[in-house]
């Protein structure tokens, strides 16, 4: 884990997480691991940064059922910076990440459109596979949209 090697994180479409085999999604996030520590309760605590998706083009299991695959990294999306129209979910991030107690850099402003998007959909209560259709948009102002569009779907539904 100090070497900071980077590893690919994948949703589960069919199947469990542990113990048993599991289908994944064709799209995933590579990821690199940023800090751990030993819980109290004993367990790891793992915090990781997505850096660029990717595509699964084959895929395996072990005997020891990780699943090891052949991925295509997708283009990086354009930083582009935040529109003024969306200031208000910057605040939003920011009040969720400093409420949640999140450490390290999570309680600070995004800087980009990707950063907001991707931060926003990492943390709110969708479904894996509307995060993985947000992961698909290649237009970055699209996918702040997208995310925008949630947002207020799930605002509306907790009225």
Known sequence: MRESTM???VGISRGVEAGGPAQ???????????????GSDGLLNVVIRGENRF?????????DTLMLGMVTEKPHLES?????AHHDLVKLLVEI???????GSANRSPESIIELAYGLAQILPITIRAKIDLLSIED?????????VLITELRQSNQ
């Open 7 to 9: 590893f690919g994180v």
């Open 55 to 63: 595509a699964i083009r084959s895929s395996r299991i072990q005997a």
């Open 24 to 38: 994944t999604y064709s799209l995933g996030t590579l990821a690199r691991i940023v800090d751990f520590d030993q």
């Open 140 to 148: 970055p102002l699209l996918l702040l949209e997208q995310v925008s």
């Open 80 to 84: 582009l910076p935040i529109p003024p």
């Open 97 to 103: 990440n400093t409420n949640a107690q999140f450490g």
